[in-house]
T-cell receptor, first 114, second 114 residues
């Protein structure tokens, strides 16, 4: 079973709101990722967690705050976002953080900032 | 810097016809190569991957891809396209020096005519 589950599927939030995106996998993977995808563009890496430690932060603004409570869960906390942050946020996981480990993606959370 | 290019933004193909999607990468060593497909409003699904060995790789849904080192290419093919193949296709690469960070090409949107 290669499944990454993301909730919610759709989220509309105001610029002063605080919300969170959640991601869960039960494949025993030890690396988890957040990607951001704007319309008609490829996904762009935001964060990588490897063995529950943040290993890559692609210079993402601090209004995005990742959290990895355990090896199965990954959250993305959102605060004071801008309309240009509206996008599809994809969570993904892989067995490890080594190059070539297949990365499995969830279906994404559609975020609209108003 | 490493990069991956998909020269065709859109391709329209008739149902039953063959399909070839191009992907070129720029890097000094052999990268890890992937093809993903994304249906509208969905996450990304892995079609196939190449790390080493036989340069012709078979994937799911009847797709195959061929790695050509001399051309720095990893083109995706399908002999006979079905209407359900209409989607966005992304070539992606990972490089040993960059950990398991995927870099995506710009994507090719495939439209299937009846």
């Amino acid at each position: 079973d290669t499944e990454v589950t993301q909730t919610p599927k759709h989220l509309v939030m105001g610029m002063t709101n605080k919300k969170s995106l959640k991601c869960e996998q039960h494949m025993g993977h030890r690396a988890m990722y957040w990607y951001k995808q704007k319309a008609k563009k490829p996904p762009e890496l935001m964060f990588v967690y490897s063995y529950e430690k943040l290993s890559i932060n692609e210079s993402v603004p601090s209004r995005f705050s990742p959290e990895c409570p355990n090896s199965s869960l990954l959250n993305l906390h959102l605060h004071a976002l801008q309309p240009e942050d509206s996008a599809l946020y994809l969570c993904a996981s892989s067995q490890g953080g080594q190059p070539g480990n297949t990365i499995y993606f969830g279906e994404g959370s559609w975020l609209t900032v108003v | 810097a490493q990069s991956v290019t998909q020269p065709d933004i859109h391709i329209t193909v008739s149902e039953g016809a063959s399909l070839e999607l191009r992907c070129n990468y720029s890097y000094g060593a052999t990268p890890y190569l992937f093809w993903y497909v994304q249906s509208p409003g969905q996450g990304l699904q892995l079609l196939l991957k190449y790390f080493s060995g036989d340069t012709l790789v078979q994937g799911i849904k009847g797709f195959e891809a061929e790695f050509k080192r001399s051309q720095s290419s990893f083109n995706l093919r399908k002999p006979s396209v079905h209407w359900s193949d209409a989607a966005e296709y992304f070539c992606a690469v990972a490089f040993k020096a960059a950990g398991n960070k995927l870099t995506f090409g710009g994507g090719t949107r495939v439209l299937v005519k009846p």
